[in-house]
């Protein structure tokens, strides 16, 4: 099967400071099993993003937000392996998880900050 990308939206998250932010990410999957995809779960793409989205809110609560703005691809790399953990049992394969954009309150932002979302 192709591998699909799906556009995880934007999430109000919280890190391990306290600090809010607006995160988003990219996940790239196939299905490995369509029989699995289609008894093991219904609306399948709709089950991913969810998951996705509350996996990515749980995984930024793990960092502060120096660590987090550091180490997105080790960010991704929790959220993908929890993802992809879940989604075996559908018949799904998550290739990987990019988190996209980490945008700060405005009252937050500084020009080191600003640079290092980029």
Partial sequence: ?????VDVPSQEAMTKDNVSLTINAV???AIDDAMKSVVNVRALEYAIMQFAMTTMRNIV???ELDELLANKEEAS???KMIVDEK???WG???HSVELKDLNLPE???SEEHTSELQ
Wanted: glycine share 4%.
């Fill in 77 to 79: 790399k929790k959220i």
């Fill in 107 to 109: 009252s937050l932002r």
């Fill in 27 to 29: 996940l790239y999957y």
């Fill in 61 to 63: 609560g793990q960092f």
């Fill in 1 to 5: 099967m192709r591998e699909r990308a």
């Fill in 92 to 94: 799904v394969n998550i």
């Fill in 87 to 89: 989604s075996e049992a």
